[in-house]
C-alpha cells in the first residue's frame, strides 16, 4: 500500500503546488471533461486534472481489492456503481457549499425569517440527499461483498482517506 500511497502523495504535491485546494481535490473527484474548465486549479490544464484523478481513482479501486481480496468479476461489478454514487457525491458536495454560502450571505443581510428557513431548508434537503447516496453506497456494498469484506471495506475506506490528509498536512507543514 505504501508504494500507491506515495503514487497519491506525489500527485497530491503536483495539485497543491498548482495552487489546488482541499476543496478543488475534493470537488475534482470523478470530474466529467465538461465540467472540468470550471474545477482544474488556475493555470493547469484541464486534461491534466482530469488524467490525474482518473489515475488516482484507479489506484484507489487497485488498493481497495487487494486489500479486500475482491474477485475481478466482482470488482467490475461495484466499481461503476461505486463511482458512479461517488460522482453524485461530488455535485452534492458541490451544490452545499452554494448553499452554505446563500446562507451565509442571506444571514449577513438580515434576512426575514422565511428566508432563513427556506435557505436551511434547502441545506437540510441537500443533506438528506446525501445521506440516501452514504445508504445506497452500503447497499451495494452489503449486497456483493461477504461480511468480513464489508469489515474490510469500512477500515479501508478510514485509512485511505486519513494516509491522504495526514500526507497533505505534512507537506503543507515542510512548505
Known sequence: MNQYIKIIFILLVFLW???GTADEIAFAQEAKSDE???IAPAGQDQAD???LWTRIQKIRMEQMQKALQIDKDVMNKI???LNE???KKRVIGKERLVLLRKLKQVSKEKASEAQLKEALAQIEENQ?????LK?????IIKEHLTAKQQAEYLLFQRQFKEELRHLI???????
Open 17 to 19: 503546488a498548482c495552487h
Open 36 to 38: 472540468a474548465e470550471q
Open 49 to 51: 486534472w482530469l488524467l
Open 79 to 81: 466499481a461503476p456503481k
Open 85 to 87: 454514487i461517488d460522482e
Open 128 to 132: 438528506s440527499a446525501l445521506t440516501r
Open 135 to 139: 445508504d445506497a453506497n452500503q447497499a
Open 169 to 175: 498536512q505534512k507537506e503543507r507543514q515542510n512548505r
